[in-house]
């Protein structure tokens, strides 16, 4: 080999040499952007409206909303929703009612005697019970008559498309 051949393959085996450490440098600075994905704990800020724009809940300004993404502790919707989302990332997000609070349940309505319930009541009160395991649940008056009134037992926000506004604010 000649004298030049073997300079050539020295530097080129130099800058080999150099460029490995500075490459795997760069992939080091680069670190891995958490997204939300399931078993991650996940802290959002949100709005929640409904079709005409009433707001139902709000956080903005408030403590975030602390879950773990995949657990289903939110709606089915709003979790696939958020999916792949990063720290800062703001998303409008569209839940159907099948996603949401499912759709209104017709066999969730029953009818009890007025004297169960206030005489003052009227339709779309709600009223609030105490379930078998003593935690509180509401149902909303659908309708009075003459000795019944219909409760209707279905989430509030059953068969309501639901708006959320959200930003993702941590990921751990």
Not at 72 to 83: C, F, K, P, S
Not at 131 to 158: M, Q, S, W
Request: proline share 4%; charged share 30%.
């Amino acid at each position: 080999m000649s004298g030049s051949k073997k300079l050539s393959t020295l530097l080129i085996a130099v800058m080999f040499v150099i460029a490995l450490p500075i490459a795997g440098f760069a992939k080091d600075k680069k670190k891995k952007v958490a997204t939300v994905e399931d078993g991650k704990k996940v802290s959002i800020e949100y709005t929640l409206k409904l079709e005409d724009g009433t707001v139902v809940d709000s956080n903005v300004g408030g403590k975030p909303f602390t879950y773990v993404q995949g657990k289903h502790q939110i709606v089915r919707g709003l979790e696939e929703g958020l999916a792949g989302m990063k720290v800062g990332d703001k998303k409008h997000i569209v839940v159907p009612p099948e996603k949401g609070y499912g759709k209104i349940n017709k066999k969730a309505f029953i009818e009890v005697s007025k004297d169960r319930v206030p005489k003052d009541v009227k339709v779309g009160s709600m009223l609030q019970g105490t379930g078998k395991d003593g935690h509180p649940f509401y149902v909303k008056v659908a309708e009075i008559k003459e000795k019944t009134v219909v409760l209707d037992l279905n989430h509030p926000l059953a068969g309501k498309t639901l708006y959320f506004d959200v930003k993702v604010l941590n990921i751990e």
